[in-house]
């Protein structure tokens, strides 16, 4: 695997690669790796026949009272992770690489970005849409892949990508978890022993909504039941439980089509964020 750092050894890595044919997958990573991660560059081996991964922590989706600073940075180790996952190349640019102007938003996030993590991270979508689109320029991939954990991200892309004729295959792949439910997340190691045990009330209180809203419990009473579980379990504040519609994200007051319920909260200072599908019973 070779770890490239500058955009001409890039596109001359690139052009080698194509040389000998094949499509070329993209697995665009804030670093601080888990199995999670490993699952997209295997999904990513599965459909493409190169594999470049990206290592960046992009200053523009972060608020200003967010973990930049403290977002965690192990590169060789997730370098080695990659290597053996089989990556031809890891891109790993510093912030002046990438936003040789200074960090700026220059790509507005569409539709899909409106409410949920839209409101209570302002800007944070314009971030992820302007830095995706910048390693999508730099890597000029045949298909991207990204984890159904940020639901609302994969959307965003999906919109970015259909509305700048990028033609670029987005790949959503299913969020892989702890025995206990927790959905894996680099931001975990923030938790305590304590917290980490309150955590798996996310998935369960999830889990518990979905299957009261597919048996037929009216979705503001199951949203309800959840939101005070969360806060029970110590989530303050939960930001949403909110039910929407899969393929919009539009909000759904019933399930008539399929769904996806998704919820946010803290736990201390971590921000958890976590969602499943809900499909109308047939
Ligand atoms: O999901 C992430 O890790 C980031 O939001 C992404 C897509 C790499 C953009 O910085």
Redesign the pocket.
């Known amino acids: 695997m070779q770890i490239i750092r500058g955009k001409a050894e890039l596109r001359q890595a690139l052009s080698m690669l194509r040389e000998g044919g094949g499509t070329v997958a993209l697995v665009?990573?804030?670093g601080a790796l888990h199995a999670g991660h490993i699952a997209l560059v295997a999904e990513a081996r599965r459909r493409a026949t190169h594999v470049v991964a990206?290592i960046?922590v992009?200053p523009t989706?972060f608020g200003a009272n967010e973990d930049l600073s403290r977002y965690p940075r192990r590169e060789a180790g997730d370098a080695r992770m990659l290597e053996e996952a089989g990556t031809a190349i890891l891109w790993a640019p510093d912030v002046e690489t990438m936003y040789p102007d200074g960090p700026e938003i220059d790509v507005k996030a569409g539709p899909a970005s409106a409410g949920l993590d839209g409101d209570a991270r302002p800007g944070h979508f314009d971030g992820?849409a302007t830095?995706?689109a910048r390693l999508f320029a730099q890597v000029e991939p045949d298909i991207a892949l990204?984890?159904e954990k940020?639901y609302q991200?994969l959307l965003v892309i999906r919109q970015m990508v259909a509305s700048q004729g990028l033609g670029i295959d987005i790949v959503g792949v299913p969020t892989l978890r702890d025995a206990d439910g927790l959905a894996l997340s680099s931001r975990n190691a923030y938790l305590s022993d304590e917290e980490r045990r309150s955590a798996r009330a996310l998935p369960r209180a999830l889990g518990e909504a979905a299957q009261a809203i597919i048996d037929g419990t009216p979705v503001a009473e199951a949203i309800d039941r959840a939101r005070d579980r969360l806060a029970a379990a110590g989530f303050a504040p939960v930001d949403y439980v909110e039910l929407r519609d899969a393929a919009s994200l539009e909000p759904m007051a019933a399930l008539d089509r399929p769904a996806r319920l998704l919820a946010a909260g803290f736990l201390g200072h971590t921000r958890l964020i976590d969602n499943l599908p809900v499909d109308p019973a047939p």
């Open positions: 665009p990573t804030m990206s960046f992009n989706q992820v830095v995706v990204f984890g940020d991200q």
